[in-house]
């Protein structure tokens, strides 16, 4: 069982600047691969970013790809999204998930098994 928990959410003008963090407890084994997802009001849920816990490697969606970080701090067992040059249409609920699978790209979100409950980024024009 894997529990996470997300953190740093807010509201931000375009082009500002905010950091993510998922702190995630308990089955190590069960976080082999850790990706942040989003979705907006009406929209189906899209896969940001994918990191694998035990070599770093990242994958990211074309949507955010130089805008957005996905890193790691293994002594906190914390993931963490930088998002940076942030639109309005990055406005959404983010969520963090977690698998024991070797996820290619970033997968689609029936193949994680442990979420947090998200965090809402807003991001006004």
């Known amino acids: 069982q894997v529990q996470l928990v997300e953190s740093g959410g807010g509201s931000v003008q375009a082009g500002g600047s905010l950091r993510l963090s998922c702190a995630a407890a308990?089955?190590?084994?069960?976080?082999?691969?850790m990706a942040w997802f989003r979705q907006a009001p009406g929209k189906e849920r899209e896969g940001v970013a994918r990191?694998?816990?035990?070599?770093?490697?990242?994958y990211y969606a074309d949507s955010v790809k130089g805008r957005f970080t996905i890193s790691q701090d293994n002594a906190k067992n914390t993931v963490y999204l930088q998002m940076n040059s942030l639109k309005p249409e990055d406005t959404a609920m983010y969520s963090c998930?977690?698998?024991?699978?070797?996820?290619?790209?970033?997968?689609?979100?029936?193949?994680?098994?442990?979420w947090g409950q998200g965090t809402q980024v807003t991001v006004s024009s």
């Open positions: 308990g089955g190590t084994y069960m976080r082999r691969s």
């Open positions: 990191i694998y816990t035990s070599s770093s490697s990242t």
């Open positions: 998930a977690a698998t024991y699978r070797t996820i290619s790209g970033v997968g689609y979100a029936d193949e994680y098994g442990s």
